[in-house]
């Protein structure tokens, strides 16, 4: 299959080897020379030009940082008839709405939850938005990186889950932080209290992912810029909606605290 792909940096780079050790054709965005060798290093073919990238692509892949880079890529993307753009970036559910309503090709949202890590196993969770048959056309390319690959609705279902995961997963950070206080007042140091914890009922993902790096300090430096940007847009599409994120918001408020 003809792939175009653009945003081959820390999370579409192993995208972009995946796509390529399963055998379909891809054509890459590269800014730089420096990106470009990269991107050639992966057996792509590497471009600075993205009609070149986007213009022949049955399906489009974009995977850059924020909601503003996919509106400034995606809105007057040159594309073939019959393909499929496929976002994942993780942003507000209209974005993908407006990019649908101007092109005409199919959209596919396809946000994703994990990291390059987790990209270079084949194994990114990816919350899918779209009509049966664009998600169909795009699986091929979307379970080369991505299992599992969950279809959870119509164009934009795929951001709205997102959304909600990641507002959850920064109250479950909250919540851990305000327990690691808790126990540090208990007289539990935190290193402690994360190597027991795992092994009662308060075990989570969550817990495991921190416990992993040691200490809630540590993971939130590690992940706040992409999570704090996610609750962000999360927020307004609930102000949007004339509310707000409810009782997550105070756990949210001890996360965002953290990352201060």
Do not use: W
Not at 58 to 77: P, T
Not at 175 to 197: C, Q
């Amino acid at each position: 299959m003809r792939v175009g792909f653009i945003g081959a940096g820390r999370m579409g780079r192993p995208m972009v080897a995946r796509l390529v050790e399963a055998g379909h054709d891809v054509r890459a965005l590269g800014r730089s020379d420096e990106k470009r060798a990269a991107i050639a290093q992966l057996g792509a073919t590497a471009t600075v030009d993205v009609t070149s990238v986007s213009a022949h692509a049955q399906v489009v892949v974009v995977c850059v940082f924020s909601d503003e880079q996919v509106r400034q890529v995606c809105l007057d993307l040159p594309m073939a008839p019959g393909a499929v753009l496929v976002v994942h970036t993780t942003g507000s559910p209209r974005t993908v709405e407006t990019i649908a309503a101007s092109l005409a090709v199919d959209v596919v949202d396809a946000p994703v939850s994990g990291g390059p890590h987790n990209a270079a196993a084949g194994e990114l969770t990816l919350f899918v938005g779209g009509a049966d048959a664009a998600v169909a056309r795009a699986r091929p390319v979307l379970s080369c990186y991505g299992d599992p690959v969950l279809h959870v609705g119509p164009l934009g279902a795929g951001q709205k889950v997102k959304l909600v995961n990641n507002a959850l997963f920064a109250a479950q950070i909250g919540l851990l932080s305000a327990s690691v206080n808790l126990a540090e007042r208990l007289g539990v140091p935190e290193p402690a209290l994360l190597s027991a914890l795992p092994h009662g009922s308060a075990a989570s993902r969550v817990l495991d992912l921190v416990a992993a790096g040691g200490s809630v300090a540590s993971f939130t430096q590690m992940a706040g810029e992409f999570v704090g940007k996610d609750v962000a847009v999360a927020r307004n599409v609930a102000a949007e909606l004339g509310g707000d994120l409810g009782v997550l918001e105070n756990a949210i408020e001890v996360f965002s605290s953290r990352k201060k």
